[in-house]
């Protein structure tokens, strides 16, 4: 054994020994052999015993025979408080009983009287060399508990940490008769994979680092739990609420808080967050369900655009599981043939012709009837199917277009809205290029109407994207105009042919100022940059009128004919004149 180091090895002794004299010679001795130990005595059992309470010893030096309590007795106490105590007992060679009775009760050591010193020393350097092995095994038992339950790069519990304490919270929440109410707050940061993604993971884990630094200094009561979920997910745990008030102002708190950048080096970085919320015991029971609602809640708050939060309420659930359920159905719909296209002319009511069909997407679910797109696309785009979908529309819309001209039909283009996930795919140009070639259809029959939304994206992809489809000859509309963000500025540099007016200006146009102001000034403005423009939405003949004598002839709406399906059209395409201009009246309603 090495006596030099486990000398060294500092720890608590406790010598109890009613013989004064003894115990100060060796009081004497253990001070010089072991320097380094903390060293309490005591003169009987009973103090002995309350020493080792209050002090913990680690280890315990004692005598047998004493007043008041005998060692025996001290023995049999402590190892009642710690079996493991470290006890090496002095004692005369005739007190063979004492010793046997001790020995049964699980001491470590005996060291007859007269004390022969190197024995004494040896039992106790075995003794540290276990204490010293203890806390050595302790300190590996507490690194092994930090990786299991704390999250390395931010040092916030995990979620497996905190899974145990919402536990422990909600049992003790549970013991109030639900008089106090506990809040999971449910968090990730917006646009963290670009950051990841754009200025490197190095960036990304140091922002995550001040993200929860940030997260603990709003959540500054003791009880409450600031956790790493994974990723650039967090949960916050706060116990013990009066409302569920207490846990929308810290949710508030932690949105103001992200309005300042974080900095780290060399980079000062905006993100946001969207917070949804769950309350005990009215959104869950148990920590799953709080944490699942939680993060329901944070969805909801998600689509209503950045920092924001949600209440987590039950309504979420049937909205969840029908969203679920459409996803996917949604994802058969196309091989089911389940989509059907409707046609909307367009018409000029000066010449009375039409000048262009709408196609307008149904989907005839098998249980739900027939579904206007905005109960399905939104979804599509989301997951994506949109890309595969919008191919369906393009082919089935010229397919149908060649069919209708090869019934020798007066040839109308056809209008086919693409969404802006759509616009986005790269190889939307080859796609539409693929379809006209395959269905034989002349691009200058073809309409594509996009939304506002595709100049936020990047200003040259689209540039080239619309060059490349109007080179071919097709026609390019921005659909729902007046609603988006464009600027004139954009208008300028797109080769667009066509601005369609939303239908909301076209609603109360002739009621609304404000709406009559706004489609004087895009059609003025359309005319000034020599752009077709077409009003939509146009219900009643007073709109007709308004529109006819702002010098905008091209319209589109109930007013002219509802979307219909394709059988239906043919009857309007027969007739040269559509629309009569002197009787005012659409030919056909
Ligand atoms: P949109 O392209 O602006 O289409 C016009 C919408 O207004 C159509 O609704 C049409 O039925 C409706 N509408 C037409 N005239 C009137 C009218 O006089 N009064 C009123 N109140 N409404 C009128 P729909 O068919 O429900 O389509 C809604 C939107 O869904 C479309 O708006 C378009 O953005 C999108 N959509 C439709 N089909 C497709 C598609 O194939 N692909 C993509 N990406 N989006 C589509
Ligand atoms: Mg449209
Ligand atoms: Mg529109």
Same mark, same amino acid.
């Given at each position: ?82 079996? %493991? ?49 203890? =806390? ?22 995990? *979620? ?53 630094? =940030? ?11 600031? #956790?790493? *979920? ?18 929308? $102002? ?32 009215? %959104? ?51 091989? $089911? ?36 797109? @905005? ?20 082919? #089935? ?128 403005? #359309? ?17 007709? @009128? ?15 004919? $509802? ?17 009569? $201009? ?8």
């Amino acid at each position: 054994m090495d006596t030099t180091n486990d000398n060294k090895i500092a720890g608590t002794l406790l010598y109890v020994e009613d013989d004064l004299d003894i115990q100060k010679l060796v009081i004497h001795m253990l001070a010089k052999k072991f320097p380094q130990l903390t060293l309490l005595h005591a003169e009987n059992g009973k103090k002995g015993l309350e020493l080792f309470s209050t002090k913990l010893p680690d280890i315990i030096v004692t005598d047998i025979r004493m007043p008041i309590m005998d060692g025996i007795q001290m023995i049999k106490e402590i190892k009642a408080l710690d079996n %493991d105590a470290r006890i090496i007992v002095l004692t005369a060679a005739s007190d063979t009983d004492f010793i046997l009775d001790a020995v049964d009760l699980g001491i470590n050591h005996y060291v007859l009287k007269p004390i022969k010193i190197e024995k004494f020393v040896a039992a106790i350097e075995q003794c540290l060399e276990s204490v010293n092995m203890e =806390r050595r095994l302790r300190k590996q038992n507490e690194e092994i508990r930090l990786m299991a339950y704390y999250d390395t790069l931010t040092g916030l519990p995990n *979620r497996q940490l905190f899974n145990e304490l919402i536990h422990m919270a909600l049992a003790q929440a549970q013991r109030h008769n639900h008089n106090r109410l506990l809040a999971v707050l449910f968090l990730d940061l917006d646009r963290f994979k670009v950051v990841n993604d754009t200025l490197g993971h190095s960036v990304g884990d140091k922002l995550l680092q001040a993200v929860a630094q =940030r997260l603990k200094q709003c959540c500054q009561r003791d009880r409450d739990t600031v #956790a790493r *979920r994974g990723g650039d997910e967090f949960i916050i745990l706060l116990p013990e609420l009066d409302s569920t008030q207490e846990a929308v $102002k810290v949710a508030i708190k932690i949105i103001d808080a992200f309005a300042e950048p974080f900095i780290i080096p060399d980079h000062e970085l905006f993100i946001g967050t969207c917070i949804g919320i769950s309350i005990f015991p009215d %959104d869950g029971t148990d920590g799953e369900t709080l944490v699942k609602n939680a993060d329901m809640a944070m969805y909801r708050a998600k689509e209503g655009g950045r920092g924001r939060y949600h209440l987590y309420n039950q309504t979420m659930d049937a909205h969840a599981s029908q969203r679920l359920t459409m996803e996917n159905s949604l994802r058969w719909a196309l091989q $089911k043939g389940e989509f059907i296209l409707n046609y909307q002319p367009e018409v000029n009511i000066e010449s009375g012709k039409i000048i262009s069909i709408e196609a307008l997407l149904r989907w005839q679910h098998p249980s739900l009837g027939v579904l206007p797109p @905005k109960q399905f696309i939104p979804l599509a785009e989301e997951n994506g199917l949109i890309i595969q979908l919008g191919e369906w529309v393009l082919h #089935a819309a010229c397919t149908q277009n060649k069919a209708w001209q090869n019934a020798g039909f007066p040839h109308v283009r056809i209008a086919v809205n693409i969404s802006p996930r759509q616009f986005q795919s790269h190889k939307l140009s080859d796609i539409i290029e693929n379809i006209l070639a395959e269905t034989e259809l002349d691009p200058c029959w073809l309409e594509l109407e996009l939304t506002e939304s595709v100049m936020l994206q990047d200003m040259d992809t689209t540039i080239r994207t619309l060059r490349r489809l109007s080179d071919l000859g097709i026609h390019i509309s921005i659909d729902d105009f007046g609603t988006g963000y464009s600027s004139l500025n954009y208008i300028k540099k797109l080769p667009i042919n066509t601005l369609k007016i939303d239908q909301s200006f076209v609603s109360d146009l002739t009621v609304n100022s404000d709406d009559a102001a706004i489609a004087t000034a895009v059609i003025n403005m #359309a005319k000034s940059l020599r752009l077709n423009v077409i009003a939509e939405g146009v219900e009643v003949v007073e709109q007709v @009128k308004f529109l006819s004598s702002l010098n905008c002839q091209d319209m589109q709406g109930f007013y002219f004919s $509802k979307p219909l399906p394709a059988i239906e059209l043919p009857q309007f395409l027969r007739k040269p004149h559509w629309y009569n $201009k002197h009787s005012k009246s659409a030919v056909i309603h």
